[in-house]
């Protein structure tokens, strides 16, 4: 199983050097050069498997140079008593022709933690593979969820380090509480003066810094990143496709073999395109519902075959969802395509000129499998109070957004064979959002919104949310952008 660049299919490597390079020299995005089939019979064996087995099973098809005793150790390390439940990914299905799976029982609430538990330990021994001395120190620029998710999975795992700037203006209360009281002899988290794109242009710069990459190599350190394009964090999301298609058949939700459609917020396409894969694989499905929320890039793209960046920017109530470029499209493009040099033509209108339009066929054979919509901020609030009331089941405003656009699929199509909405975040982390949808004004702020919003769920939050006023803030440190590069210096040298 070798790997290959979307825009050189050419040239082919090892799922240990993909992983350790994140993205290829040529712009492009590693995949495998082809998909592994699961077969009836497998299917039947992951039923009866808890989440780690069905990790290791799925994730071993991708990675033949890594023994079954080294998978063990990374699923063991990822997925255990950091979740708070014991099914990792759970199903909630209670009747009815949808269900929720819950993404978010990991350390940080949201659902980057499925990859993110995963990847340090991936990263590591690919390291080890290619006969890397030196540490790696991850370097992040968040908005968010993922920087905190990043800090997690790296906390204290040997041989790295990870330093994340976040934008001083630019993250929730509960957000930045999350980073600055991060534990680990590993970390740092720094602000930075300005929004996203100050602290996101910031860390750019120190990647493309040669000098300053050859005074880290002299004190044994190299840069690294842990962004969605790495293939070791997309990996990862194929699993629970599988796994959630067990449960729904386990539950009686769906009979074994019968196609079911997949709801999912949608913002850099890592997600629904691991969905999507698992499909290529031979899970039954049939479409990816994808929700975006205002940032609807996705929606015209999909429903026209013209990618088009060059529209405002909102700001919204999912967050997670507020981007423009999808990165991990370009995989998508170029499975269907097998065309590395029409996917490199695609990204280089991007690039150029802020769109692309792709070619009929390509468009016919995304439509087959995709059905998308969006929802803005007033109508993702509606959806959430309304199913609040409808079944007391408390959604976080990324998955209300899949859950409106799910039932909009329905109106339009008359199909409602069994649906999954796939459920992001706690709405824990996003409490403002989530209080003034079910109609509180909340006038506190801080981690008392927590408070507020356990009073009337009626629930407690979950517990790395609930203690965060107790722990100490370990990084109240703020920079200059022109200060980043000092910073990186003194953790590393
Ligand atoms: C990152 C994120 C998303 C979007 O996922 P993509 O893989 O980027 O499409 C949706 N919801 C939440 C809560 C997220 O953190």
Redesign the pocket.
Known sequence: MNYISTRNSRESIGAAQAITRGLAPDGGLYLPEHFVSITADELGQLRKMNYRERAALIMGKYLPEFSDTELQSVVNAAYGSNYDNADIAPVLYEGGDAAFLELFHGPTC???DMALQVLPHLLTLSLKKCGEERGVCILVATSG??GKAALEGFADVPGTKILVFYPQDGVSDVQRMQMITQEGANVCVCAVKGNFDDAQNGVKAIFGDQALAKELDAHGWFLSSAN?INWGRLLPQVVYYFSAYCDCVNKGFAVLGEKINFA?????????LAGWIAKQMGLPVNKFICASNANNVLTDFINTGVYDRNRAFHTTI?P??D?LI?S?LERLLFMISRDDAEVSAYMHNLVEHGRYEVSAALHARIAEDFYAGFCDDVETKRELAAVWSESGYLM?T?TAVAHKVMREYRTATGDFSPCVIVS??SPYKFCESVLSALGEDAKVRGPALIGRLEALAGTNAPAPLGGLEAKPNRFTEWVQKDEMRDVVRSFLT
């Open positions: 949201a659902f980057k969820d993922t969605s999912v917020p949608t913002g850099n396409f890592g997600n629904i999912s997670s969802m981007i999808s991990n976080d990324h992001t975040a």
